[in-house]
């Protein structure tokens, strides 16, 4: 039973925390993975749920899927921090988890967030706990699990890979929160235009947390006016997110992104570094602008120059790391490359091609000599062994005369 303390302080809670989810019907988002008889829904429904890792960027419903969990099963549930927590904390969790197990025949749920900060020992500290059956694992992380946890985790684990929200999802959302008088704010008298509604749910990348403080932010710093009335439009939009509005309408930020694209693969480093800051200008993040420089690295230059790649990666990671304006010098040096280099579409209609007989030709029979560890496989000539390289098929039968990347020599073999 909750005391008046405790009850408080939930309404001192951050919005995100109030407005956060507690049932599988509440839950916002991921309809690839969270849906009516899903493998993922049956499987939270049904208290039949192994261990698994939900990764994916902040904001997508990670914790908040993971505390749905806690609160559906009839299970303990221990929750722990991956930053805050340690060896000596997973011992004791699972010594208890033993216990209930052998006394009760129930296992624990160990949820534990930012699960890529355990090191190898804090890991290995749970491994037998899940193998026993005991330990029912859920790790949330906004790294990809396959680099950045131990193998041994993640080989025992299912992988359930989280999207940003989308614009309507995040809409409706905050609509909520507005409007909800029990844990939002429908006990006040708010009104928010439609333009700071999509301000939000633009600016916000998918991220529902953030949206959510931007506009508890407004909310609290907004004062009323004489109707008595907080009005949120969008200039609080901006100042609350911190994000500039574009200058320019949706048709016309198309227009620009494409002419600067096209530049890119026409090799006119004056129009793209001309589109590229007039975006800036507008408002756009130029993280974008390099994420599309990166595309074009590979679709358009490819083989020909593969430095326009690098040059293009570094552009973004020093977007990053550096911010505006210092990053826009690495941005520019990345679009100047792009463009200088010479036009190559090789790579792109190679990936075309492989995709195409990927999905044509899915079960046809790999050569018996490249197979692993067979009698036939005997027969593999070793490149080496020839001086490097020696003619030997490797695709199957149907696709052995395939050619997806020729030399620019058009040499055949």
Known sequence: MEDLFSAQADKNAPL?????ANTLEEFVGQKHIVYENSLLFRAIKTNMLGSCIFYGPPGSGKTTLANIISKTTNSPYVKLNAVSSGVQDAKKVIEEARNNYRLYGKKTYLLLDECHRWNKAQSDSVLGAIEEGCIIFIGSTTENPYYSMTRAIVSRCR???????????????????????????GSLNIEITEDALSHYAQFSGGDLRMAYNALELAVKTTPLNKEGKIVIDKTVA??????KALSLDEDLYYHLLSAFCKSLRGSDSTAALYYANRLIEAGIEPQVLARRTIAH???????????????????????DNLGM?????????????????????????????AQDDAKNHPDDNVPDYLKNHTEASKKYKYPHDYGGYVKQQYLPNSLKDRKYFVRKDNKKD
């Open 238 to 243: 901006e100042q609350s997110i911190q994000k």
């Open 325 to 353: 304006p210092e990053g826009n010098l690495a941005l520019t040096q990345a679009i100047i490359y792009v463009c200088e280099s010479p036009k190559d579409n090789r790579v792109v209609k190679a990936m075309n091609m």
């Open 297 to 319: 690295a590979s679709e358009d230059v490819g083989i020909s120059a593969p430095q326009a790649l690098l040059q293009a990666c570094a552009a973004l990671y020093a977007l």
């Open 159 to 185: 992988i359930f890979e989280f999207k940003p929200l989308s614009v309507s999802d995040i809409k409706n959302s905050l609509k909520n929160a507005i409007t909800n008088k029990e844990k939002g704010y």
């Open 16 to 20: 995100s925390e109030r407005m956060r």
